[in-house]
């Protein structure tokens, strides 16, 4: 593909840890509206699957750790030599290795947690407004969670770097203004495997709190992220949106 064949058929996105779930749920739909997608993740062979079900001419894939420096460079500047721009940002790769009190939660796990929730999150956003948002404008999309909203018992570190990435999608919508806008959708649980831990075999049960009856998936989170990125949100920036099927209107309960 050219540039100008890129350029003719809709904008660009970078979706990173897009290989399955969340992720590839939001290039899917993005893709099905005539943008480009660049997906990264760890897992080569899922990347390279992905971009065969989503149309090699539609999509590249980038594999890496989100972490790495060298490979946000690398992503960016891919997207940029096969598309010719990276109009959009969505930061969904996240990790969340441990499940306990974080009053016993090992440091070393907690830095892995927030480097590649949080900080990866930042060093993307740096690459694209380097690379064409500076000059073009755009708009970027962090995944948070509602983990990050309010206490979260027995993933305290994953609900930390979630805090952290809200906040730091205020700064990024303060500096970036006007030309890039910066939001955040803060999920409650989406049926993926990421999640699996906290529903499977208990799925009625985790399910009992959610007014609308039943738990997210892909598809909710990936409509959310698709509206914030387009010219219908064009007023909208530095704001956390939550998904949670009604879940906080049990708080008091």
């Given at each position: 593909m050219t540039t100008e064949d890129a350029r003719a058929t809709g904008k660009v996105t970078l979706v990173t840890g897009a290989s399955r779930g969340i992720g590839y749920a939001i290039a899917e739909a993005l893709v099905a509206r005539g943008d480009r997608v660049v997906i990264t993740g760890r897992d080569a062979t899922a990347l390279a699957e992905a971009v065969e079900r989503l149309g090699a001419d539609r999509a590249l894939g980038v594999p890496g750790k989100a972490h790495d420096e060298?490979?946000?460079?690398?992503?960016?500047e891919r997207a940029m030599e096969t598309f010719g721009r990276v109009d959009h940002l969505v930061n969904n790769a996240g990790t969340n290795p441990v499940f306990g009190p974080i009053t016993e939660t090992d440091l070393g796990v907690a830095r892995k947690v927030y480097e590649t929730n949080v900080v990866s999150a930042l060093g993307f956003a740096q690459q694209t407004w380097r690379?064409?948002?500076k000059e073009n404008g755009g708009a970027i999309v962090n995944i948070g969670s509602i983990a990050g909203l309010s206490a979260s018992p027995f993933v305290g570190a994953y609900g930390m770097s979630k805090a952290a990435l809200?906040?730091?999608?205020?700064q990024l919508a303060h500096e970036m203004a006007p030309g890039v806008r910066v939001n955040t959708v803060a999920p409650a649980v989406v049926k993926t495997k990421f999640a699996a831990a906290?529903?499977?075999g208990r799925e009625e049960e985790a399910t009992a709190g959610y007014p609308l009856g039943r738990l997210g998936a892909p598809e909710d989170v990936a409509g959310a992220v698709a509206f914030l990125l387009s010219d219908a949100a064009a007023w909208i920036t530095g704001q956390t949106l939550v998904l949670d099927g009604g879940r906080f209107l049990n708080a008091a309960v």
């Open positions: 060298a490979h946000q460079a690398a992503a960016v690379a064409w948002q809200a906040n730091l999608t205020l906290l529903y499977e």
